[in-house]
Each structure stands twice: as structure tokens, then as C-alpha cells.
């Protein structure tokens, strides 16, 4: 569908490869595979991904279901511990370098909450995520607090905004350097991220 939900090419690369080797150990067979994939997911699949590419949402959510059934052994955080690790390599391999530089600035600047000189940088990594939405951050510094709201996202899935909030909660205890913990609420194009920290 030409006009549906689409995920940037990083995202959609880590999940691709990481069904490719459930493939190719074994652990997913061919036939489990084409039985639970559209034709046009399967060529995806076959393509080399290109990292600032779109790809519609509804096959990045079928390849996640995948991992959460292959891998993840339907274990209902596994998506958002995959996200962990993916926001880490993402990070490491450079695709995520306003966190770095807001890090930074946490860690050289005085005076003002992590959020007042970085917290911004929250609303950055969805927002660079999809081909639509707008994000609205808000903080509650006296509740250790602060609330992420996307709006405009038809077709975002329950797997995909898993996916966004154990980014935001490694992004989050990045920059606060104490684990944050992120609840989601998703309704119809609307989705909200609450992120509580110590």
C-alpha cells in the first residue's frame, strides 16, 4: 500500500539479518517462514537493505512476530530487550550519534536536569524512525519523570511501539546513567511513552 506506516532502513536491516540466522541455523524453516510471510516480504528479504531506505511497517512487524515466536520463545518482553541491544549496536555503529553528543553535553555541562540539556534528543530517535508522526516530550523533574507522545502513526503495532520504548529506556538510561523504565499506551494513531527513573 502506497500510503502505509513506513521504518527506516536500520531497523528493518537488524531485524531481516537476525531472521536470515534462524534461517539458516535452522531454527526456522523455510516452509515455517513462507507460510508466515507475504510474497512481497519475501523479496524483501531476499534485497540487500539499504540503511536510508523505507520499508513498510506491516513487514518489519511480521518479521518481528518471527523473533518473538523463533527466538524470543513468546516471551512478551523480548522485544523490548531486543531493542536494548539493538539501540546499542545501532549506537556503537554510528547511526546514533545524537546520543553521543548528548551525552556529552550531560556529562561536561553544570547546572540545568540531564532533561533541560538533552531530553530532546528522546523525541530524535523515533521521530528519525518512520516516514510520518509528530512526538511531543514533556518532563516531570520533582517525579523523576517525563512523557513521549506520538501522534499521526496509522498502522503503528503493539510489536513495533515495544520496539520504540526499549529504545527509548537504553536511550534514557544513557544519558541519565541509571536505569529508566518506560511503560507504553497505544491507541489507534496515538501512542505514549512514560519514563520513570531512580
Known amino acids: 500500500m502506497p ?7 536500520p531497523s528493518f ?4 539479518r537476525d531472521v536470515l540466522v534462524l534461517v539458516e541455523s535452522g531454527r526456522l524453516t523455510r516452509a515455517a517462514l513462507e507460510a508466515r510471510l507475504d510474497p512481497d516480504d519475501l523479496e524483501l528479504l ?3 537493505p539499504r540503511p536510508n531506505a523505507w520499508y513498510p511497517l506491516a513487514t518489519y512487524d511480521r518479521l518481528l512476530a518471527l523473533l518473538v515466536e523463533f527466538e524470543g520463545q513468546g516471551d512478551p518482553t523480548y522485544l523490548v ?3 536494548h541491544k539493538g539501540s546499542e549496536e545501532l549506537m556503537r555503529g554510528g547511526v546514533m550519534r545524537q546520543l553521543e553528543s ?8 553544570e547546572g540545568g536536569s540531564w532533561f533541560e540539556q538533552a531530553g530532546h534528543v528522546l523525541a530524535t530517535i523515533p521521530a528519525a524512525l518512520f516516514d510520518r508522526g509528530s512526538w511531543r516530550l514533556s518532563a516531570d523533574e520533582p517525579k523523576r519523570s517525563f512523557t513521549l507522545e506520538g501522534t499521526g ?7 513495533v511501539a515495544q520496539i520504540i520504548q526499549g529504545g527509548i529506556e537504553y536511550v534514557a538510561s544513557e544519558l541519565i546513567h541509571a536505569p529508566v523504565e518506560v511503560t507504553l499506551r497505544l491507541r489507534g494513531d ?5 519514563g520513570r527513573h531512580s
Not at 3 to 9: F, S, V
Open 3 to 9: 500510503n502505509e506506516l513506513k521504518i527506516r532502513g
Open 13 to 16: 536491516q537488524i531485524a531481516r
Open 46 to 48: 531476499e534485497e540487500t
Open 81 to 83: 530487550r531486543r531493542a
Open 102 to 109: 548528548a551525552d556529552t553535553v550531560v556529562r561536561t555541562q
Open 153 to 159: 502513526l496509522v498502522g503503528l503495532t503493539p510489536n
Open 190 to 194: 496515538r501512542v505514549t511513552f512514560v
